[in-house]
């Protein structure tokens, strides 16, 4: 059985800092692209981070450069999110997906691939 677990989100004030955890099982965790994706009210889901354990690739949404970074841990099957600076506009439910990593495209307007999905951790930042 998949299962796709977040943790981490909560309520902070901007330039503050969370530090989001996806912990996953049921598949080869090596050989999939996991990453992360928040949605505001209102608002569709969108891509934030990316990492494609099969090349290590990264990938980042343009406006979380320098203040976001996705790390893995192979050996207990998670990928983390260190949120840093953060943004009243940061605000949203965030996702982790997971997807073979042949297969898994992230860009900024669309994302592809991701066959498994958490119930998503809410993130508020306050101004």
Not at 79 to 95: G, N
Not at 108 to 119: A, F, T, V
């Amino acid at each position: 059985e998949v299962q796709v677990v977040e943790s981490g989100g909560g309520l902070v004030q901007a330039g503050g800092s969370l530090r989001l955890s996806c912990v996953t099982s049921g598949f080869s965790f090596g050989e999939y692209a996991v990453g992360w994706f928040r949605q505001a009210p209102g608002e569709k889901r969108e891509g934030v981070a990316c990492i494609w354990h099969g090349t290590g690739a990264i990938w980042y949404k343009d406006s979380v450069k320098g203040r976001f970074t996705i790390s893995s841990d192979i050996a207990k099957n998670t990928v983390y999110l260190q949120m840093d600076s953060l943004k009243p506009e940061d605000s949203a439910v965030y996702y982790c997906g997971a997807g073979y990593h042949t297969i898994v495209v992230v860009t900024p307007e669309y994302y592809y691939g991701l066959d498994y999905w958490g119930e998503g951790t809410p993130v508020t930042v306050s101004s």
